[in-house]
């Protein structure tokens, strides 16, 4: 065991860690730290690890490595030796190099410089005869090939017909039929006309249908005194009161299906849908009962 191996063997006991534990703290295995305390430095891997595995055994003790490597650099081996024979052998594969063999290794790339240039010189060359070949062989060509000219055929006894067609052309024909041509509006369809119609009537219940209507607004006008109450088909009131004589209510059922009205006095009410008056369908006698209409509503698609 070494002076070296003996200092840290001790103060790795004085902190009460054992090889396993500085195992796991150094992540040196176990039997390379035991060389280390014993001086076994054969067993490493090699001389720079010796250094290394060192300097992680006294950093885990709290120790300083620098320290450690000048008190007992006698004890630890140097990685000098290790890089000699590498050194070496690269001045001896220098010196190995004759000055004949360097001269040519030189002078190479400007060889394969010149043969690169020299070969694009001659390939520019004979792309250009080429070109200039192939133009003398167009223009030859064309020289030699005879052009044909065909004289209009004129058929026998028609040319007084076109002449006369010609002369006998009516300019204005060709503008009435421009006219003719305008294209005229296209109608667009007109909008459907909203439909209220009785669909049911017993006596004191009365049911229309509403169509072709893109919204629902009801209007409740009183020309007297009358009670009158308006609701959707779910029973959700929307006002229900005595209206005296020109009083009027307005709800908008554009999100309903259903619209159902209790009048308390109908002579004195009158309902218009979307603006449009409600004809009632009551007899006289019936006018002078309460009654009830629902109306259906569809909204337009």
Known sequence: ???????????????????????DITKIQK???????EGNYAMMPGKFYVRAFIKQYAEALGLDPDEIFEQYKEDIPTTYNDDLPEQLSRVQSRKSMSPSSSKVLDLLPKLLIGVFVIGAIVLVWYW???SAGDDTNDLESEGNNP?????????????????????????????DETEDEVEEPVEEPEEPVQEIAVVENNGSSTV??????EAFELKVVSTGSTW???????????????????????VDLTNETEAVIRIGYV?????????EKLEYS???SELKKPQNITIRYTKSE
């Open 1 to 23: 065991m070494t002076e070296l191996g003996e200092r840290l063997k001790q103060e790795r006991e004085a902190k009460g860690l054992g090889l396993n534990e500085l195992q």
């Open 31 to 37: 039997r390379y730290l035991l060389g280390i305390e």
């Open 128 to 130: 250009m005869v080429q």
């Open 147 to 175: 052009v044909n000219i065909e004289e209009p055929k004129v058929e026998e006894g028609n040319t007084n017909d076109s002449a006369g067609d010609d002369e006998g052309e009516n300019p204005d024909a060709t503008i």
């Open 208 to 213: 229309y249908d509403l169509k072709n209507a």
């Open 228 to 250: 009158v109450s308006v609701k959707n088909g779910a029973g959700k009131s929307f006002f229900e009161k005595t209206l005296q004589k020109e009083d009027s209510e307005t």
């Open 267 to 275: 002579p004195a009410t009158e309902i218009y849908i979307n603006g």
């Open 282 to 284: 009551f007899t006289e």
